[in-house]
């Protein structure tokens, strides 16, 4: 069983539209953390949440605790955010990973 | 300030033999974890080290060890590879112990072939 499923596995998204991507988790977290990957291979971590929500220039971030659920939002979508998006989270001493979402934005 | 460094980059080995990974965090992070990815398996989380302590550990066998020094640096050993080793390594360093409590920053990987 996955502890964390995202949705869409993959995304392809018009320059300029607002883009969703879903993560929800069936354990209880401390954290939950949205990480970008581009080819090659380098992962940044774009947000850690563990209430609400952030925002961080075009992207932010949801997670509703109760429903264990939560959302990365991208607006005004630019090719540079094709990548591979992953959503973590914490439980206890463990850390899980969904299978990310593979987003190219066409211009 | 320098990010995290990862090296090698890149290395060939054949089953059997074993590998040490090293991994330099950020200048005053004190932790740091490791991580596997692979095409079939996606991320999955190795170890976490903190003040030279294994903290938090994933579900893998054995052969897979780590240690951290005094100065934070951290390597990480796999023993008697297999062919199912070949992965990205990747690890990662923060502020404080415990990925769910601290922003995690990356290095580039290790990525490790096993023939």
């Known amino acids: 069983k996955n502890e964390v499923e995202q949705s869409p596995q993959n995304l392809t998204a018009q320059e300029g539209e607002f883009i969703t991507i879903n993560c929800s988790y069936s354990?209880?977290?401390?954290?939950l953390h949205w990480l970008q990957q581009h080819p090659g291979g380098g992962i940044v971590s774009l947000f850690m949440?563990?209430?609400g929500k952030k925002k961080h220039g075009r992207l932010i971030a949801t997670i509703n605790i109760q429903e264990k659920h939560s959302s990365l939002h991208i607006t005004a979508s630019h090719p540079r955010d094709s990548a591979v998006y992953i959503c973590a989270v914490n439980s206890g001493n463990q850390f899980y990973f969904g299978t990310g979402t593979s987003l190219t934005v066409i211009p | 300030k320098a990010g995290v460094t990862q090296t090698p980059r890149y290395l060939i080995k054949t089953r059997g033999q074993q590998v040490t990974l090293s991994c330099s965090p950020i200048s005053g992070h004190r932790s740091v974890s490791w991580y596997q990815q692979t095409p079939g398996q996606g991320l999955q989380f190795l170890f976490e080290?903190?003040?030279?302590?294994?903290?938090n550990k994933g579900n893998f066998p054995g052969r897979f060890s780590g240690r951290q020094f005094s100065n934070s640096r951290s390597e990480m050993n796999v023993s008697t590879l297999e062919l199912g080793d070949s992965a990205l390594y990747l690890c990662a360093s923060s502020l404080g112990v415990g990925t769910g409590a601290n922003v995690l920053t990356f290095g580039a990987g290790s990525r490790l072939t096993v023939l």
């Open positions: 080290y903190f003040s030279e302590t294994q903290r």
């Open positions: 354990v209880g977290i401390s954290a």
């Open positions: 949440l563990s209430s």
